[in-house]
């Protein structure tokens, strides 16, 4: 057994515990290192570019485990962050013990620990992507009164060489099943993998997406969350991330999050649901529709939308995605159940829902919701966000929107009830998202007091986002590669595994 193979012995550790993982303490953690004879730690940490970097420890007795655990370790900042400096460059590392799972891929018995970054000083690093969506996060509660709270829907691609076997239609894959499906058998053990890490996973399926080309066969799959906090639901999301890439290898096929991996088919989205939560209660939900609340969140997004494609689309290939008809967003709008706008309020239950008793005649139970499921869907970001600092970004808009005079308004405005691709009377007169990296920093340039009110985004960091997107020199990339489809296969391919 190799390190990328699955261990169908993985252990869910709250069930060990009789905990759940927020309450896991230290001494939590030395406990499941005894009871499971855990040889190996693992140290994960999200770097700059948004993929997670690796630690590899041997637990060498009780007082080196309590050391690591307690002080965590020293790494080399400018390696891992290209705003740090080579003259000032140690950080520390030091493990959030919430985030502990057994790892499901090593014959070693090891267990893996996201990090948070620490400065030589012994504070936070402020630039440090969790502590900036820590930041954030805190801020919006403190002002508000109330938690963000958010899912992902993850889309990727398994790439494998094609098969003769069952092919199914072009762009015709949606929610398809096995054998149509090669790899659901794939998408499922990630799903066990991730869930026993502690992802509160929703449900998964095939996507739209199945495309031949050439010797290659692509098919879309997607992975959704339930609601969590927005530390947790970025954690996951990265988590999720290397999962899928580490079963993907064991499979020996590619998984690549890209948002375009063929032109004119089905770019890779990912979506992020949110709803504000106070005392147990969704308060975005009102009398037959959104509360004021919830329209205030809308326009928050809205109104921050142009630069939050700066940590949620960050590579060229970002904007071939945003393209009209692609059930990908290009204009600044919202509206209920609607795939063709920027924001979505998609369907939700009742809170007492009798369908049940439908479908089965004879049953007669009834059902009470714990909380109401309604969420609003901001659909522009893809793969390629640093999801931290996306979801940061979110809570910054969301807290603009509850606290500004002008968010009500801006709602009422941007509101779109058709289809907006069939409606060009209605989509011309609409505000349109950036299309280019090169656009994107501009935006965020424009916007960039909001992220910076209140310290939740250093300076440094803003200024380092706004270079790496006008690095890529992309200003009207996709009419510069209309119809060179050799080029466009070069960028996609330069970009298939970032982050």
């Not at 499901?104 to 893996?112: E, M």
């Not at 998984?255 to 949110?274: D, E, N």
């Amino acid at each position: 057994m190799s390190d990328d193979t699955i261990n169908p012995e993985t252990t869910n550790l709250e069930d060990i515990l009789n905990k759940p993982r927020k309450d896991f303490t230290k001494d939590d953690i030395v406990k499941i290192v005894d009871k499971l004879g855990i040889c190996m730690l693992n140290f994960r940490y999200v770097g700059g570019d948004g993929r997670l970097k690796t630690l590899n420890f041997v637990i060498q007795g009780k007082k080196h485990l309590d050391r690591i655990l307690t002080l965590g370790e020293r790494v080399d900042g400018s390696s891992l962050f290209k705003f740090v400096d080579a003259g000032m460059s140690d950080l520390y590392v030091v493990p959030r013990y919430r985030t502990a799972f057994v790892n499901p891929f090593s014959k070693i018995p090891t267990l893996d620990l996201l990090c948070s970054y620490f400065s030589p000083d012994g504070s936070p690093f402020d630039p440090a992507p969790e502590y900036v969506l820590k930041k954030a996060d805190e801020r919006l509660k403190e002002k508000t009164g109330m938690a963000l709270e958010a899912l992902g829907e993850l889309e990727f691609y398994i790439i494998a060489p094609k098969s003769n076997l069952y092919p199914e239609e072009v762009q015709r894959g949606y929610h398809t099943s096995y054998p149509f499906s090669k790899f659901e058998g794939l998408r499922k053990e990630a799903m066990l993998a991730i869930s026993m890490a502690g992802g509160r996973i929703k449900y998964g399926h095939s996507e739209v997406g199945f495309v031949r080309y050439g010797d290659l066969e692509f098919e879309q799959n997607e992975i959704e969350f339930l609601p969590m906090s927005l530390e947790e639901a970025a954690d996951y999301i990265v988590l999720a991330r290397w999962m899928l890439r580490a079963i993907g290898h064991r499979y020996g096929v590619n998984i690549t999050f890209a948002p375009k991996v063929l032109v004119g088919h089905a770019g890779s989205g990912l979506h992020i649901h949110s709803r504000l939560v106070k005392d147990g209660v969704n308060m975005i939900v009102g009398h037959k529709g959104l509360s004021k609340i919830g329209l205030k969140l809308i326009g928050g997004y809205l109104k921050l939308a142009p630069s939050l494609t700066a940590f949620g689309n960050t590579i060229p290939i970002s904007y071939l995605r945003l393209v009209p008809h692609q059930e990908a967003p290009t204009a600044i709008c919202w509206g209920y159940r609607n795939r063709s706008a920027l924001v979505r309020v998609p369907l939700a239950w009742d809170t007492t829902s009798a369908m049940h008793r439908i479908a089965n005649p004879n049953e007669k139970s009834t059902y009470q919701l714990e909380i109401h499921p309604q969420t609003v869907e901001f659909r522009a970001p893809d793969g390629s966000a640093n999801v931290h600092l996306l979801l940061a970004g979110m809570a910054v808009a969301a807290l603009n929107g509850l606290t500004s005079s002008d968010s009500l308004e801006l709602a009422e405005k941007l509101f779109v009830d058709s289809n907006i691709f069939r409606d060009p009377e209605t989509y011309k007169d609409l505000p349109s998202l950036p299309s280019s990296c090169w656009e994107s920093a501009e935006k965020l340039q424009e916007q960039r007091k909001f992220y910076e009110e209140g310290g939740v985004f250093p300076p440094e960091l803003i200024d380092w986002t706004i270079s790496k997107l006008k690095g890529y020199e992309d200003i009207d990339l996709s009419e510069r590669l209309y119809r060179k489809d050799r080029e466009i296969e070069k960028l996609v391919m330069q970009f298939l595994h970032h982050p």
